[in-house]
């Protein structure tokens, strides 16, 4: 399983860019970037994925180098509620589709007021 | 639409005794997962049912823990004899194999504490 490599903790100012870097340089060409995040408390929750072109849905966007060895989540107007942990994850598909996850430490994301 | 369930939230056991641990994916989801979360660190996926079938169970402590998802729906999750090690939130996650089979839906977790 490709590993993935996040700083342990990042802070940010409510209503700025979060910016949360993440680097998987072993990663396999079929292989994806997902993140996910943990707020206390609480099961992990999706946020995005890709796989070598850059994604935007309503929480975030993904941006994926072209070598595709490094990747940035970004938060455009992070509020308070987006404190938790973030993991950065290379998907491995198993048998009939089926997916495997494999989850690192991620990085605590704490949102100042 | 309802999300995954898990009971019970709370466990508290001495070491030796044993516990199961029981999930209700969303419904129409054929993938379930079970994952350990020790403190600090992230979730680590212990077994993965694909409707009744086991796709992957690599990290099981096959030893102590047990897994079955019995007519492809509800999962339960059993450690038996309980150390001390086993203390940690117990996941439960499930998905689709079609549409947004990309996305796992976690439940609430089970936190286990074994004394």
């Known amino acids: 399983d490709a590993k993935t490599t996040q700083p342990p903790s990042m802070d940010c100012a409510e209503g700025r860019a979060a910016n949360l870097p993440c680097n998987h340089s072993?990663?396999?060409?079929?292989?994806?970037v997902y993140w996910y995040r943990q707020i206390h408390s609480q099961g992990p929750q999706y946020i995005i994925h890709?796989?070598?072109n850059n994604e935007t849905n309503e929480m975030a966007s993904l941006i994926i180098t072209e070598d595709r060895k490094s990747s940035t989540l970004i938060l455009p107007h992070a509020t308070l509620r987006d404190t938790a942990v973030y993991y950065c994850?290379?998907?491995?598909?198993?048998?009939?589709?089926?997916?495997?996850?494999?989850f690192g430490q991620g990085t605590r994301l704490t949102i100042n007021p | 639409e309802a999300g995954v369930a898990q009971s019970p939230r709370y466990k508290i056991i001495e070491k030796r005794q044993s516990v199961a641990f029981w999930c209700n994916p969303i419904s129409g989801h054929a993938t379930l997962y079970w994952y350990q979360q020790i403190l600090g660190q992230g979730p680590k996926l212990l077994i993965q049912?694909?409707?009744?079938?086991?796709?992957?169970d690599s990290q099981l402590p096959k030893d102590r823990f047990s897994a079955e998802r019995l007519k492809g729906v509800d999962s339960t999750l059993k450690i038996q004899p309980a150390k001390l090690e086993d203390s940690a939130v117990y996941l439960c996650?499930?998905?689709?194999?079609?549409?947004?089979?990309?996305?796992?839906?976690f439940g609430p977790g089970t936190r286990l504490t074994v004394t």
């Open positions: 049912f694909q409707n009744n079938g086991v796709v992957d």
């Open positions: 890709g796989l070598k």
């Open positions: 996650a499930s998905s689709s194999i079609s549409g947004r089979a990309y996305e796992q839906y």
């Open positions: 072993t990663i396999s060409g079929n292989e994806y």
């Open positions: 994850i290379v998907r491995t598909t198993l048998i009939q589709g089926a997916q495997k996850l494999v």
